[in-house]
């Protein structure tokens, strides 16, 4: 918007930032969809080149292999002979999730000089660039995916199309719409009216739940380095050559933050299932047959864990107390009210948020067993809310006595 820009009338003159807001908004939906599908696309030819250099099948299989893939990020399932494998792979929703962002920040820089101005709206003038812009963007990004259903679905695999259009949905207009209020310049003006508990209470939860899921990402890495042996066996059972072991390797890596999930669920206590009947906590490990795939190797033997690992579900509510800490050293407050309301709501919200993520992470992998694979999605949420939120309370009122103390001092 022309007022928050440096040089407001030479904003104004500036073709720019006022071009034709329908159009590029359902021209930016589109794109957004397009250019993931690509990636796809794509990943799925090579894929089919690697495995037998083309031999079997058609350019057309690959493809519809390649659109299956991006459905199944959008929460699409599909049925492979018949069982439904329902899982979302996360690496190919964080994909989508940053090209919303990046699209959607563009496009709101390009539409930034329709609407009020800040003056305007700060006067109480109604503004509805962001939700009109929004809801176009979504529109052309659905257009997309429901011409891909209807490309790659078929009788045998069976993805949900009312479920891809409920995931486009949610993605365009909270990531794509988060994206097109900051690039306008809207999400500034929205902010600087709430207030600054409120607001450092958001960098409390970005801070706490980005900090614990490197934290999962660590831990599952370094469980993957102590048992390489085991995947490096099961790479050998699997009789892949170098096509397929790279097949293999980019399909896991799709997975691998729905394994992260997993791990933060481990360290917060409740842990996750593989299979109907198994569990995989700090205090216990029960586990059963079990498919060929590398990120297993990750799991702890079965069995009566070390002693040790019943102490990790500390490692929450300490994170949460540090990040909390760190992020009111950057805006010190001396009110004990604001110290509560910044650690205390920062660490509940960043709770439901990874409890949404368990929620995501998990699904039908496979027949029989493998139809139950994930976390224990309710457990989790209450321990992440328990665990972040009394940890950022702590976090809060220390960070506050700090503060208190040192103005005493100065």
Do not use: K
Request: overall charge neutral.
């Amino acid at each position: 918007m022309t007022s928050v820009l440096p040089d407001s009338a030479r904003a104004r003159d500036d073709l720019r930032h006022r071009r034709p807001l329908v159009l590029l908004a359902t021209l930016g939906g589109a794109a957004a969809a397009a250019a993931t599908l690509l990636v796809c696309l794509g990943a799925g030819v090579a894929g089919w080149f690697l495995t037998d250099a083309g031999a079997h099948g058609a350019p057309r299989d690959a493809l519809r292999v390649g659109a299956l893939g991006w459905l199944m990020g959008h929460g699409s399932g599909v049925s492979v002979q018949g069982v439904p494998v329902d899982v979302v792979p996360l690496g190919v929703t964080l994909l989508v999730a940053w090209t919303l962002w990046r699209i959607g920040t563009r496009l709101g820089d390009s539409v930034s000089g329709h609407g009020p101005d800040a003056d305007a709206i700060a006067d109480g003038e109604r503004d509805w660039t962001v939700p009109l812009t929004s809801g176009l963007f979504a529109a052309g990004y659905v257009v997309v995916a429901a011409l891909t259903h209807t490309f790659a679905a078929s009788a045998d695999t069976d993805p949900d199309l009312a479920r891809v259009v409920l995931w486009s949905l949610v993605l365009c207009l909270a990531v794509g719409g988060a994206g097109i209020a900051v690039g306008s310049g809207r999400a500034a003006i929205w902010a600087a009216v709430l207030p600054l508990a409120l607001r450092e209470a958001g960098a409390v939860c970005r801070r706490i739940l980005l900090s614990w899921l490197v934290l999962a990402a660590v831990v599952l890495l370094g469980a993957l380095v102590l048992d390489l042996d085991t995947a490096l066996n099961v790479m050998s059972q699997l009789h892949t050559d170098a096509g397929d072991g790279t097949v293999f390797t980019l399909l896991s890596a799709t997975v691998l933050p729905n394994a992260v999930v997993f791990s933060g669920s481990f360290l917060l206590g409740p842990g996750f299932a593989v299979g109907v009947g198994t569990l995989v906590s700090p205090t216990a490990v029960v586990l059963g047959p079990l498919p060929m795939f590398p990120l297993l190797a990750a799991l702890p033997d079965d069995g009566p864990p070390a002693g040790w690992t019943a102490y990790l579900v500390a490692l929450p509510w300490l994170l949460a107390l540090v990040a909390t800490v760190r992020t009111q050293l950057r805006t010190p407050t001396q009110r004990w009210d604001e110290g509560v309301i910044r650690g205390l709501a920062g660490g509940v919200l960043a709770g439901l948020l990874f409890g949404i993520a368990a929620a995501v992470a998990g699904g039908a992998v496979g027949p029989g067993r493998m139809t139950e694979v994930g976390p224990l999605v309710l457990d989790v949420t209450v321990h992440a809310v328990t665990a972040f939120g009394v940890g950022g309370l702590v976090g809060g009122l220390v960070a506050t006595a700090w503060q208190r103390r040192a103005a005493r001092r100065s």
